[in-house]
Each structure stands twice: as structure tokens, then as C-alpha cells.
């Protein structure tokens, strides 16, 4: 009975659990830090497995709806609407479901690192609060299928972010960080409700699955297209419009920083989302694709290129973050590129697609370990700056062997995920665009060139010093990362296992708009 | 003509916004303009939703049934104080800023270019 319940209110769940943790901890707090600590390892915990359970049930049964405030939560239509879903709703597919896997399980292992790597600070209340709500506005970004719960939740996503980055003042340097980022996204997030305005006005409904529907594809949904498009890809950090990106990463807490990663994500999704579902064969597919395509070439060109001279390591990774960005769009786009050409569809558009969705899962995996990599160091040592540093390998031998798998799988080496991943997309866009491909292979010659010098800067060359007596990462910290070191070295073994049991069906969840309809709506 | 008049309103409300935010250099004006944008949006929400002659959508007591919608005054209820939270964060940002560099003008933030 009380199985059943939870099972038929997941949905629900998975966003409830971290925005009723967040308000909670505080209280807890009052009791004792200690209480505190494993409460919000505790609400995380249980929403990584909600959302696994979740994840499991979509992807055995196939899209779960939840309808806020119904008679019954799959009761999408009510009998005396006249059809249309009145309610707002949340509509969980395979991307769906994939995403909150990957938000959930980041989210688990950046609070474990985060118990001891933030312990000594002032001000953990607000710390965990914040955190938990990012947490939560991510899921529900994700989970929604509704376009103003959206702006709901990426609004909610702008500020904890915000007030997450400029945790720690830093003679106000976070906070300038901060206030840029806020500024920028704000901007972003009132033009998204200006698209949500235009096409309400057309089309007297705010659920997505109705909106696509009744799409007609006017000039006024070109507007909102483009909107949504600037709006979400600024969030997402695309080159032109990534300039918060490196500032916010470089100055926020470590543990903020790899899950902001995930954040980004989430725009990404809401990306991919609004163009696939949304408006699908009515646009026309290879100017959109292209325009993806572009954003991409730019952001992995100018990404890795501006992160070579960086000095101060996590700048540097945030650049590089940016530039792994690229790959996505250059995976989807190309699959866009070809969407309604049924023949290049099954020669390489799906795989490209498969490949820039896994990578979307790799590169949450293996940055999120970076940047905790990057912060166990300047935890220890005090300094971002790589010229400071050196001789580290010895006194930080885990550290170091997680940093090198992180390292490795960003450049796509075999046998980490980074390389499974690249490799789809080369593949699939060399029978696109050959040239396209050359330049993403390049971009990653120069990623590895940039981290082996990273490497070699921070870990190798004898013992200085001032560094004598710098110790291993406490072993919260190093938990934290091994989760995410795990998964980037099983998804390094097993990609074809990962491919066809979890990206797949996410691919084609993002292609097939008339299934998605179909569930939201019933048969029509 | 005259029934355009709220979203040239919109359009005008636009431009000074996006104007202010651009072409000024004190952090508290580029605020302001954030705020006006704010507004100019919601007034389109609104505009969509109003239909002349048509009374407050609340069904006791209502002197009749033609009712302005009321989905689009819920929406701008939720983006006003949406927005009165963003303002509230970005101005405390601003304190801070003003207290550690003497300064709200934004050439003279100068720590994170590089």
C-alpha cells in the first residue's frame, strides 16, 4: 500500500525530497552540525535513489506523467476540459530519466566531498540550503512538462547558483563573479518568458506536449525559437555567449563548481528539449542544426583555445568545459541536421545524436571529477595558481590518480568514457561533414597537450619545499571522487552495454515527438 | 491602432530596458534596467490576456461570465516576485561589491580580467 504510494508519486518525489531538505537543514542545524551534515547526505542520498527508481521504471514501462493537483496523477486531460491539460505537470521520458540519474548521483558525490572539504566554513546553513535547492531546481528542470514551471525553475536554479558562487566574498571577487553570472542569466531567463508570452498568446496553452500539438511554425514561433534558443544556450555557456563561464567556475567552491557543470546541463537539456519536442519536422531542420553546429565548432575551438594560457587551474578546466560543450552540440546538431531524412537518419544522424547525449552523461562524469580534483589540491596547497605549484604526486598520490583518469577521459583516450563517446561522434559527423570532424579531433589533440601540461605543472618534478608538509585529501573528499572516477572507468569499459541500455532509448525519446504527445495527450 | 497601444508599450519598455542595461555604467542603473524589462514582459503577459469589457475572473458573486483570463495574471503574479527576489539578490550583491572596491562602476572592476 504505502509502496504503491511512493511509487505512483515518484515523479513528485524526486523534486520534493531535496526543496523540503533544503528548508529543513537549517532547522536541523540548530541541533548540532554534525545532525546536519547527515541529514543533507541523507536527503541526497534518497534522492539519488528516487531518481534511480524512477529511471529504472521509465525505462522498463516507458513515460510517466505526473499531473499536480488531479484526481488521479496520470489524469493528464480532465472530463470536463474540453481537452486540453489544465494542470501543470511533470512528463518523465528516457532523456528525462537519464538526466536526473546523472543530476542525482553528481549531486550525491559533490555532497560527500563537500562534508569535509567546506567544513570549516562560516555560514554552512545557507551553504547547504542553497546547495540542496540547486540540486532540486536541476531535477526539476529536467522533470517539468510544462514551460513556465520551466522559468520557474530555471529562475530558482539562477539564484542558488549565484548565491552559491559568491559563497565564499574573496575581497568581492566571487560576488563580481556572482553578479555577472545573475545579471547575465536573469536577462536570459525574462527573454524565456517573453517566448513563453508569445507562444501562450498563440496558442492559449503553456504545457508542452499541447503546444507541440498545435504548432504551426508562424513567424512569431520563429521569434520564440530564436529566444529560447539565445536564452538557453547563454545558460549552457555556448561560445558566443559563455564569457560568466570562466569567472563563475574559477571563483565558486570546488564542489559548487562540478555540479554548476551539471547545471549547465540541465540548459543544455531544456535545449535539445524545446527544439526536438517542441517544434521538431515543423522547423527547418538543417538551417537549426547547422546554427547548433556552429555554436558548437565555436565553443570547442575558442574553449580550448583560451584555456591553453590559463595559469589559475580551474579557470583553465572551465574553459575546457566550454570546449567539451562543443561536442554536444556538434552531436545533436548533426543529428538535427538530418532530422525527417530517413536514410541519413539511420547511416550516422542517430548515432551522432546517441554520441552527443553520452557524451552529455561523460563529460558530467569526468569534469564534475575534475574540478573535485582541483579542489582537494587547492585545499591542501592553498594557491590556484599552477605556477606555485609542482612535486605534488608525491604526498597526493590518490588525488593524482584521480586526476589522471579525469584527465585522460576528457582528452578521449581509450579506455575511459571520454573516448567511447568522442569517438561516436567522429564517426557519425565524418560521414556528415568531414572537415567538421578533423576539427573536433584536433580540439581534442590540443585538450590532452593543455592537461598533460597541467599535469606535469601540479603533480611532477621534486618535492618544494613550502609544500612539505601538504597531506593526502581527507577521505570524505576522496570518497566523493571515487564515485565519480568508478563510473568514468565502468562507462570507459562497457560503452556499448551504456549505449544500448541507456542512450538509445533517450535519443530516440527525443526524436519521436509524436510519442511524446501521444503520452501526454492519449492517442490523437 | 489604439488596441496595439499596450504592446508598443512592450516594445518601447524593451528598448529602454535593453538601452539601460547596455549604455550605462553604475551597477544600480543596470539594475533598474533589468527591472524595466521585467515589467515590460509582464505587461505583455497581461496584455494577452485581457479581453475589453471582460470583469475579474472570480466566479462568486461575478455580474457576469465574460471574464479576462486568468492564467496570464497567475503567470505575472509568479514572474513579480520572482522578480522582487532577483532584485533584492542582485542589490545585495552590489552592496557587497560597493563596500570591498569603493566603487559601483563597472570599468572600474577590474579583479577578474585577466
Redesign the interface.
Known amino acids: 500500500m504505502i509502496l504503491d504510494f511512493i511509487f505512483i508519486n515518484l515523479p513528485a518525489l524526486v523534486v520534493a525530497v531535496p526543496l523540503l531538505a533544503a528548508f529543513i537543514s537549517p532547522l536541523v542545524g540548530r541541533i548540532s552540525p554534525a545532525v546536519r551534515k547527515y541529514f543533507v547526505l541523507g536527503a541526497t542520498a534518497l534522492t539519488a535513489a528516487i531518481a534511480m527508481i524512477l529511471a529504472a521504471s521509465v525505462y522498463r514501462y516507458g513515460t510517466r506523467i505526473y499531473v499536480f493537483g488531479a484526481m488521479r496523477p496520470d489524469l493528464a486531460v480532465p472530463f470536463d476540459s474540453g481537452g486540453i491539460p489544465i494542470r501543470i505537470m511533470f512528463t518523465v521520458d528516457a532523456m528525462s530519466a537519464l538526466m536526473e540519474v546523472i543530476i542525482a548521483v553528481v549531486g550525491l558525490a559533490i555532497v560527500i566531498y563537500s562534508l569535509s572539504a567546506d567544513e570549516n566554513r562560516s555560514g554552512l546553513e545557507q551553504y547547504y540550503t542553497l546547495m540542496l535547492l540547486l540540486i532540486c531546481s536541476s531535477l526539476g528542470m529536467v522533470t517539468t512538462g510544462d514551460l ?1 514551471n520551466f522559468f ?1 525553475f530555471i ?1 530558482i536554479s539562477s ?1 542558488a547558483s ?2 552559491l558562487i ?1 559563497y565564499r ?1 574573496e ?3 566571487a ?6 553570472y ?2 547575465v542569466s ?2 536570459a531567463a ?1 527573454f524565456f ?2 517566448a ?2 508569445i507562444l ?2 498563440q496558442y492559449n496553452a ?1 504545457n508542452i506536449a499541447m503546444l507541440a500539438s498545435r504548432m504551426q511554425f508562424s513567424l512569431l514561433d520563429k521569434v520564440a525559437l530564436v529566444l529560447l534558443i539565445a536564452c538557453l544556450a547563454t545558460k549552457a555557456g555556448a561560445v558566443p555567449m559563455h564569457f560568466w563561464t570562466p ?1 563563475a567556475y574559477s ?1 565558486a567552491p570546488s564542489s559548487v563548481t562540478a555540479f554548476l557543470v551539471v547545471a549547465s546541463q540541465a540548459s543544455l537539456y531544456g535545449l535539445f528539449r524545446y527544439i526536438f519536442t517542441l517544434y521538431n519536422l515543423s522547423l527547418n531542420a538543417a538551417t537549426v542544426g547547422w546554427v547548433l553546429i556552429i555554436l558548437g565548432m565555436l565553443s570547442m575551438f575558442v574553449g580550448v583555445t583560451m584555456a591553453i594560457p590559463q595559469k ?1 587551474v580551474k ?1 583553465l578546466m572551465a574553459y575546457h568545459a566550454i570546449s567539451q560543450t562543443g561536442y554536444m552540440l556538434l552531436g545533436v546538431g548533426t543529428g538535427l541536421a538530418v532530422l525527417g531524412n530517413q536514410p541519413m537518419m539511420d547511416a550516422f544522424g542517430r548515432m551522432a545524436m546517441e554520441g552527443g547525449i553520452f557524451h552529455i552523461i561523460n563529460h558530467a562524469m569526468y569534469k564534475g571529477l575534475l574540478f573535485l580534483t582541483a579542489g582537494a589540491i587547492i585545499y591542501r596547497v592553498g594557491t590556484r595558481d599552477m605556477n606555485k605549484m609542482g612535486g605534488l604526486g608525491h604526498k597526493m598520490k590518490w588525488t593524482m590518480v584521480f586526476f589522471m583518469i579525469g584527465a585522460l577521459a576528457i582528452a578521449g583516450i581509450p579506455p575511459f568514457n571520454g573516448f567511447a563517446s568522442k569517438l561516436m561522434i567522429y564517426e557519425s559527423v565524418y560521414l556528415f561533414n568531414p572537415v567538421l570532424a578533423i576539427i573536433a579531433m584536433v580540439v581534442s589533440i590540443l585538450t590532452l597537450a593543455s592537461f598533460v601540461k597541467v599535469f606535469h605543472s601540479i603533480f611532477m618534478g621534486p618535492e618544494l619545499p613550502e609544500y612539505k608538509d601538504v597531506k593526502e585529501a581527507p577521505l570524505p573528499m576522496l570518497a566523493g571522487m571515487a564515485i565519480l572516477a568508478a563510473i568514468v572507468i565502468l562507462f570507459g569499459f562497457f560503452p556499448q552495454q551504456v549505449v544500448d541500455t541507456l542512450i538509445a532509448p533517450a535519443a530516440n525519446a527525443l526524436i519521436d515527438q509524436h510519442g511524446y504527445i501521444t503520452s501526454v495527450l492519449g492517442g490523437i | 491602432m489604439l488596441w496595439n497601444l499596450p504592446y508598443l508599450t512592450v516594445v518601447a519598455l524593451i528598448f529602454i530596458g535593453m538601452a539601460t ?1 547596455l549604455l550605462k555604467r553604475n ?1 544600480i542603473k ?1 539594475l533598474l534596467g ?1 527591472n524595466i ?2 515589467s515590460a ?1 509582464n505587461l ?2 497581461i496584455a ?1 490576456g485581457y479581453r475589453e469589457g471582460g470583469v475579474a475572473p472570480i466566479f462568486t458573486l461575478a455580474p457576469s461570465t465574460y471574464m479576462v483570463l486568468p ?2 495574471q497567475a ?1 505575472c503574479l ?2 513579480i516576485v ?1 522578480g522582487v ?2 532584485s533584492a ?2 542589490l545585495s ?2 552592496m ?2 560597493y ?3 569603493g566603487t559601483a562602476n563597472v570599468d572600474e ?1 577590474r ?2 580580467r ?1
Open positions: 513556465f520557474v529562475e539564484m549565484a548565491g559568491a566574498v575581497k568581492g571577487r560576488v563580481e563573479a556572482a553578479i555577472k545573475f545579471i536573469t536577462i525574462i518568458l517573453f513563453i508570452a501562450y498568446g503553456l569567472d571563483l589559475d579557470r | 542595461i551597477l543596470i533589468i524589462l521585467e514582459v505583455l503577459i494577452l492564467t496570464p503567470l509568479t514572474s520572482i527576489a532577483t539578490l542582485l550583491f552590489t557587497i561589491i563596500r570591498k572596491y572592476m579583479e577578474l585577466e
